[in-house]
């Protein structure tokens, strides 16, 4: 099993940029989520899934959007990049036990 | 509304010593887990442990034990003869135990450990 996936590792987007971080997971979990940590910080949950075809907002949906046409895969879409979304962003899919992805670093310059 | 406090932000201690790292949380729902989560300096997110509110008993897994107690709403975390690789910033985390489990995250205790 490679567990929780995630691509690219780092990014550094100019304002007003778009990109998709990609999520996948192997372990055929129906929940399935994104965190941002900021410098310092604790996760803050962005959006999450309960399974395919259903997501919902979670503390910070603003300025992402996500999809799950699939159990497997749970991608983030950024609209219009800001500075403020200069982040680590984890994907995270959950039995009982939650497992993280490696985290993508993402710089809004 | 659940909410998670780590009130330690930073604890520094010298190698061997033990070091005990607070978790406290809010919670209205009846049953719920309750985790814990290191992360090295490398970046990525370690499980440690997960524990069900209806399970109070103590854990120990070789240097690491963890005490809840559902009376004070806490969820403490002690590394015994603590060593130079045992620094990361560790996490405490709630989540319910049915619907969506969201999982809500502390704000984090950054250990140091010092030769």
């Known amino acids: 099993n490679a567990g929780v996936t995630q691509t690219p590792k780092f990014r550094i987007l100019k304002i007003g940029q778009s990109m998709t971080l990609q999520c996948a997971q192997d372990?055929?979990?129906?929940?399935m989520y994104w965190y941002r940590q900021d410098p310092g910080m604790g996760l803050k949950l962005i959006y999450y899934s309960v399974g395919a075809g259903i997501t919902d907002k979670g503390e910070v949906p603003n300025g992402y959007n996500v999809s799950r046409s699939t159990t497997e895969d749970f991608p983030l879409r950024l609209e219009l990049a800001a500075p403020s979304q200069t982040s680590v962003y984890f994907c995270?899919?959950?039995?009982?036990?939650?497992?993280f992805g490696p985290g993508t670093r993402l710089t809004v310059l | 509304a659940q909410k998670v406090t780590q009130a330690q932000t930073e604890i520094s201690v010298v190698e061997k010593e033990d070091v005990t790292l607070d978790c406290v949380y809010e919670t209205r729902d009846t049953t719920y887990y309750l985790f814990w989560y290191k992360q090295p300096p490398s970046g990525e997110l370690v499980f440690l442990i997960r524990?069900?509110?209806?399970?109070?008993q103590n854990e120990i897994s070789g240097r690491y034990s963890w005490n809840f107690q559902k009376s004070t709403s806490s969820f403490n975390f002690t590394i015994t003869a603590s060593q130079v690789v045992d620094s990361a910033v560790y996490f405490c985390a709630l989540s319910p135990l049915i619907g969506a489990q969201k999982l809500v995250f502390g704000q984090g205790t950054r250990l140091t450990i010092n030769p």
């Open positions: 524990r069900n509110s209806f399970d109070e």
């Open positions: 995270a899919s959950r039995a009982r036990d939650v497992f």
């Open positions: 372990m055929n979990h129906n929940y």
